[in-house]
């Protein structure tokens, strides 16, 4: 049965009607129109869906759409600020960071997460915090770059 919920998403107010444990992944894109995150595994394992919740990284297909009642969602269209792209964003654009992309919005939102937990993490750090994520067309040591010039821009530093 349908339910009216109430979500915070990129800092805008949605009412949505879907079953409570419908996936937040599928309000997402159908209901919202937020189509960055995407489609993977289905089973939280290719991080391809990530999203943050109140800060945190989560496998918006394994969460019900309920459990975001209350919390800030951010998704990666939520980063861009005033027309200007999120340091994390504009590092994988600089580095190049991707090729087919699809794996790219879960990655930038894991290194948002990351960078927000650790401003300044070692490449070990940045592999272990990413191991969830899965890039098939292993461009992996540019999305460290990525993450390392990220990190010094957030810090005031030039990339």
């Known amino acids: 049965m349908a339910n009216l919920i109430e979500l915070q998403v990129n800092g805008k107010r949605s009412l949505v009607k879907y079953p409570p444990d ?22 939280g394992q290719c991080g391809a869906c990530t999203v943050l919740i109140g800060g945190a990284p989560r496998r918006s297909c394994q969460v019900p759409v309920s459990a975001g009642v209350g919390k800030s969602i951010t998704t990666i269209e939520g980063l ?15 580095a190049g960071a991707f090729q087919c992309a699809f794996c790219t919005p879960g990655m930038i939102i894991s290194s948002v997460a990351l960078l927000h937990a650790k401003p300044n993490p070692t490449s070990s750090e940045i592999i272990q915090f990413l191991q969830g994520n899965i890039c098939r ?21 030039r990339p």
Do not use: N, W
């Open 22 to 43: 419908a996936s937040l992944l599928t309000v997402l894109r159908d209901e919202l129109g937020l189509t960055g995150a995407k489609y993977g595994c289905g089973e």
């Open 80 to 94: 861009e600020k005033e027309g200007l792209l999120h340091p994390v964003q504009q590092a994988f654009l600089d």
């Open 137 to 157: 067309c292993g461009t992996h040591p540019r999305i460290i770059d990525a993450v390392r010039q990220a990190a010094k821009t957030m810090q005031g530093g």
